[in-house]
């Protein structure tokens, strides 16, 4: 049995872990499962061989002998299915545990992306700086319900979970603008992933991939 994940070949971010793969990674290393890496460089993405993998052309994607999978969402709960330790026992917990991996992608990454397209593949049209203040607001918004909700607790619903994952995944994507520093306790909770042991071996592992493959 060979796990092979895809990522980019160089990730524009030059190794801080935000691409999506770091996810991936992080929940193998949770499960204790190895495998090895694809990097792909941008113009292969939306070519032949790699949409054959991803029909949307980008990473990651996710390999497991004769099983292809796409979307970070599915690939964790993949993992946390086939391997255990990252969803509880208890069929109700479990339950609870799968819908926090999903509000995670539904609920808080989509106003996220927006904030990164605002500033990224918009912040030059006329009206990026008039919109900018809702997109703010609306992050803000969701935050403070999910810091309300996450209150003195260590984790989301009980022992750490994949949905626990996912969230700090999400909002680790957070970290370069600043504004995680507004919620101390989600700031402590993305702390907390952060310091676990499967995630600083994801996270050296994508920096080292993305250091190996840097351009001279
Ligand atoms: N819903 C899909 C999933 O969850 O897997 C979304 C996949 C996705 O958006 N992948 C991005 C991609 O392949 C990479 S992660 N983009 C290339 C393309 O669409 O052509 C997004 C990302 C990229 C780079 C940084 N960074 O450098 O900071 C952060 C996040």
Redesign the pocket.
Known sequence: MTITITC?EH????G?G????TRVRWALEEVGQPYEVRGVP?PK??EAEHLARHP?????VFEEDDLTL????A?IFHLADRYGGLLPEDPNARSRAIMWLFAA?NSVEPSILDL?NAKFAEGDKPWASERMPLVLERIKQRLKQLSDRLGDNEWLDGEFSAGDLMMVSVLL?LK?SGILGGFPTLTAYVERGEARPAYQRAFKAQQAFNAASAPA
Do not use: T, V
């Not at 796409?70 to 969402?73: A, K, L, P, R």
């Open positions: 980019f990730s524009p971010d030059g801080k935000l691409a999506r793969d941008f993405l939306k949307f052309g980008q990473i990651p796409f979307e970070s969402g690939i992608l990164q994507r370069p």
